[in-house]
């Protein structure tokens, strides 16, 4: 069965870069249609979108912060790295990677809070 | 960005009651909706995609209808275990949206 992990730090300071990994089994991000994304939930707040990356590489990003965000997969380790530049205390939040057929996000990682504090 | 729109905001019903979630995008999504269940402190679960069509072991007291811009979530009798946010999602075109979600609590 799909199970997905997010690891990273639970706290960084602001003007960090934040680097979360997503550890994915259960499928292969070389599968034809196979992707898998990011979204993240400030505390209390709805979702939100931020990135997506297919197994032919192909990369999608939230308009509002594609300057901030990349996405990037190791095929081989069964890895989806997203990094975040320039954080705010704003962007404190539950982010999870989730993974995705062509469409919606039909599976779900536990999900990692970041706190951005000094 | 298509917008999502969802209400109520928060509901209360009593075990038993057929509860109703509405969901409008800003402009046509032709049937690309998703519908998740979050439960606190839990990841979001996938209940419903393409609009209609229930993930498997999903009780089939959850129901999704609708096409277009207009879509509704059904729990045809609501169950002790259904409390929780419900999100419609759009996978129509990017960037994917969200609602901003309805708390469904038991009377």
């Known amino acids: 069965q799909i199970t997905l992990e997010e690891s990273g730090p639970t706290l960084v300071k602001p003007t960090q870069t934040l680097t979360l990994t997503c550890t994915f089994s259960g499928f292969s991000l070389s599968s034809n249609g196979m992707g898998v994304g990011w979204i993240r939930q400030p505390p209390g707040k709805a979702l939100e979108w931020l990135a997506l990356i297919y197994w032919d590489d192909d990369k999608r990003y939230s308009p509002s912060l594609k300057s901030r965000l990349t996405i990037t997969k190791d095929t081989s380790k069964k890895q989806v790295v997203l990094r975040m530049t320039n954080m705010d205390p704003v962007d404190t939040a539950t982010y999870y990677c989730?993974?995705?057929?062509?469409?919606?996000?039909?599976?779900w990682g536990q999900g990692a809070l970041v706190t951005v504090s000094s | 960005d298509i917008q999502m729109t969802q209400s109520p905001s928060t509901l209360s019903a009593s075990v038993g009651d057929r509860v109703t979630i509405t969901c409008r995008a800003s402009q046509s999504i032709s049937s690309w909706l998703a519908w998740y269940q979050q439960k606190p402190g839990k990841a979001p679960k996938s209940l419903i995609f393409?609009?209609?069509t229930l993930e498997s072991g999903v009780p089939s007291r959850f129901s999704g209808s609708g096409s277009g811009t207009e879509f509704t979530l059904t729990i045809s009798s609501l169950q002790p275990d259904d409390p929780a946010t419900y999100y419609c999602q759009q996978y129509d075109s990017f960037p994917w949206t969200f609602g901003q979600g309805t708390k469904v609590e038991i009377k």
């Open positions: 393409k609009a209609s």
């Open positions: 989730a993974h995705t057929t062509f469409d919606y996000a039909d599976k």
